[in-house]
């Protein structure tokens, strides 16, 4: 997560979204950034709302801007699947060698997902149920729109390190395991589709 001050901007870090890579090209002007632990780095929309964005607005006497990106279910949900198949998975639970996609994906659509696939929703993260959400939400796929939107609202000129990239990998999904997921992340691909 980084908070920019002066321009009441913060940016959420929605896991498995090139979080870590604008964290190393914005860092240095931001007035906040929290890269450690993940519990506070990929602070939800949700939290910032409830603990952090009331104690930035008390402070700095007026509203921020909450952005973040947000990815395709399917391509996000495969960037996690092989992310999790490196061999450095401190959690052997967690990871997904020897497991296919399709199998992955049906243990994310499981209750309780197993280990290996619990990796929560970007609904979830990105939505506020009954509160405020993200002001503005940009779709991973198409970054450089909100590189632009960056780039205006800080006056800087951004270049995007390639970091923390998931290694390649089969993601083949069955017709049945798609039609399923496309079924249990409805929320999911309804708030992706209403992006522009």
């Known amino acids: 997560m980084l908070v920019f001050w002066e321009q009441r901007l913060a940016i959420l870090a929605t896991p498995k ?13 931001a007035a906040v950034s929290i890269q450690r632990p993940p519990a506070l780095k990929h602070t939800n929309v949700a939290r910032f709302h409830r603990f952090v964005g009331p104690y930035l607005e008390s ?10 990106l947000m990815r395709e279910p399917r391509d996000w949900l495969g960037s996690w ?34 280990a290996f696939a619990d ?8 939505k506020a149920g009954q509160g405020r959400g993200a002001d503005q939400l940009f779709r991973y796929e198409n970054i450089d729109r909100f590189i632009a939107f960056l780039e205006d609202r800080l006056d ?3 270049f995007l390190p390639q970091l923390n990239v998931s290694p390649k990998g089969s993601t083949e999904l069955s017709a049945k395991t798609a039609a399923r997921l496309q079924e249990v992340a409805a929320e999911d691909y309804a708030l992706y589709s209403s992006l522009e």
């Not at 870590?20 to 860092?27: F, G, K, N, P, R």
């Not at 659509?109 to 197993?114: D, M, V, Y």
């Open 156 to 158: 800087f000129q951004i």
């Open 119 to 126: 990796v929560g929703s970007q609904a979830r993260f990105l």
């Open 59 to 68: 402070a700095a006497g007026g509203p921020f801007t909450v952005v973040a």
């Open 81 to 114: 699947y092989r992310y999790r198949s490196r061999d450095d998975i401190p959690d052997p639970a967690k990871s997904t060698q020897g497991i296919s996609f399709d199998a992955f994906v049906q243990g994310w659509c499981s209750n309780p997902r197993p």
């Open 17 to 29: 979204t090139g979080s870590t890579a604008i964290e190393a090209a914005l860092e240095s002007l």
